[in-house]
């Protein structure tokens, strides 16, 4: 009896494993990293609350000085750092690493004027191609004919670098529907049936026309 009811209770528990292909989906919802994080030591860890509100009005004072919309930032904290260690990382490789006074306004203060620096220091990997298709879908809302013939003239990756090179030169992108007016207008003037518009020609004309 007792054999019996071991065996029933192993075939139940096979049938509860996940088959092959649960398991492969399984894998490929683990990939990825984190676009942006920041990782500190446990002295540091105190202020995580402290570090997480400074890094929310961050976000808010960039976008409405310049439209760029920053990605989630992770706080992590790490046993292995040093004392006041903290690190900065994008998409999983470390970009800056610093140690700080452990008291909560010095620590934040510098850990979020730290992060601001490195965030515009590194338009190419914050503004990723998601944060552009959303900038996308915002237009589409008020002028769908616009991003449909838009789509037709230039790849996301090609507004991309014309918002990010905007940004570079001290131009906000917070009124993106009139930003887009813009790239259309000129890449319907640079139009070839044989070529993409050269993206960084639109954006260096974009630079003069936007105050």
């Known amino acids: 009896m007792i ?5 029933i209770f192993k075939l139940n528990s096979k049938k509860n494993e ?9 894998m490929f919802d683990t990939l990825g990293v984190d676009e942006i994080s920041v990782i500190v ?3 540091l860890v105190l202020f995580a609350e402290e570090i997480c509100g400074k890094i929310s009005e961050l976000r808010k004072k960039i976008k409405d000085q310049t439209g760029l919309i920053i990605p989630a930032v992770r706080v992590i ?9 903290y690190q900065l990382k994008l998409r999983g490789k470390s970009v800056y690493t610093g140690y700080t006074v452990p008291k ?8 979020t004027r730290n992060l601001e620096q490195v965030c515009m220091d590194n338009l190419d990997i914050v ?21 449909w013939y838009l789509a037709r003239l230039i790849p996301t990756t090609g507004i991309k670098v014309i918002l990010a090179d905007l940004i570079k030169n001290g131009k906000s992108i917070k009124d993106i529907n009139l930003i887009f007016e813009k790239i259309c ?8 049936i044989y070529t993409i518009p050269d993206v960084h020609k639109i954006a260096e004309t974009l ?5």
Do not use: C, H
Request: charged letters at 35%.
């Open 3 to 7: 054999k019996k009811l071991k065996e």
């Open 18 to 26: 996940p088959n092959i292909y649960a398991q492969i989906d399984e």
């Open 41 to 43: 030591g446990e002295d």
């Open 77 to 85: 904290d790490d046993a292995s750092y040093q004392e006041n260690e």
């Open 104 to 111: 909560t306004d010095y620590a934040s203060n510098e850990i």
């Open 127 to 147: 503004l990723t191609n998601e944060m552009v298709e959303k900038y996308i879908e915002f237009v589409q809302r008020n002028n769908g004919w616009l991003v």
């Open 185 to 192: 207008e000129q890449a319907t003037k640079a139009r070839d």
């Open 207 to 211: 630079n003069v026309e936007l105050k």
